[in-house]
């Protein structure tokens, strides 16, 4: 892990630091999904935590507090966020939980929530004193993963704050979120890169054909290095081929082929697309796949506008149901066909 925020969290990061005169116990971090919010709220963490920290508000990466913090045990720390996101690399080094956590994952997919246990867990590390006579910091993501019991339980938590402890939270999208929390946060906005910056950022990490993939991850740069490390490029090419030429028989093939990739990415990738060809037939502009240019304009000068909205239209509600689809397989032939028959 890498102990600086990205180049483009600058301007926030010294913004912020204006905020620990008067710390407020809670801030909700907010921006576009992929441009690297935790990371930010983790070195802020760390830097509110640090017993040497440096004139810039960065960590010093030496005391006895940054050495806990980077083995994932500082006892005045906790890290909140879905079962799902524990299956990174960046987790390996959490404690305790572990065993439990892999015999849980034999039996069940690993909850995309954050559910209310999580946030009563909270309740103990919060009535001891700090061990350090300091802060207590929590770092909750992203916000909108907390179901319905969890919010309430927190949103007991903000209305109460403990004395000494601090809130910081994520969120890719406040609308999501309860109105009583977000009452209760300090919002705090995180910036998109701009594309140049962005791209330079991916050439430095080793990306290769790092504009299509930024592209096609609506300019957020993390997202963009994720997918090109999981390397699905093959898979949303198919897709893409399919959108392209769109066919009743093709769309029940593809919908084979591709009914074990993650149903929400490929979901996604239509709802770019569509975007596209509206964008195209608006105003002349692609965002996320140009090398599709002469399939979009020719998709864009056929489709009427009232059912490519329809299209967008219900693209959007199947995103919402595309992580418990009764069947994947089904559910893509429903889509596929969906789009062909708008495009016939
Ligand atoms: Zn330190």
Redesign the pocket.
Known sequence: MSNSIYPWQEASWQQLQLLRQRMPHAILFHGAAGIGKSDFIERFA?GL?????LPDGH?????????W?SQQNHPDYRRVRPEALEDEPAAEGEEGEGEAKKTAKSTKAPSKEIKIEQIRNLADFMNISTHRQGLRVVVLYPAEALNMPASNALLKTLEEPPPGTVFLLASNSLDRLLPTILSRCRKFALPMPSHAEALAWLKSQGVADADSWLREQGGAPLAAMAQAEVGNRDDLEVLLQLLAHPSVEGALKVADKLQKVPLSAQVSWLQRWLYDVFSYKLAGNIRYYPRYQKELASLAGKIHVSRLLAAIKGANERRATADHPLSPKLFLEDMLLDYAACCA
């Not at 935590?49 to 920290?53: G, I, P, T």
């Open positions: 760390q935590l640090c017993e040497a920290v960590a010093c990466g030496q005391c006895a507090s940054c050495g913090f």
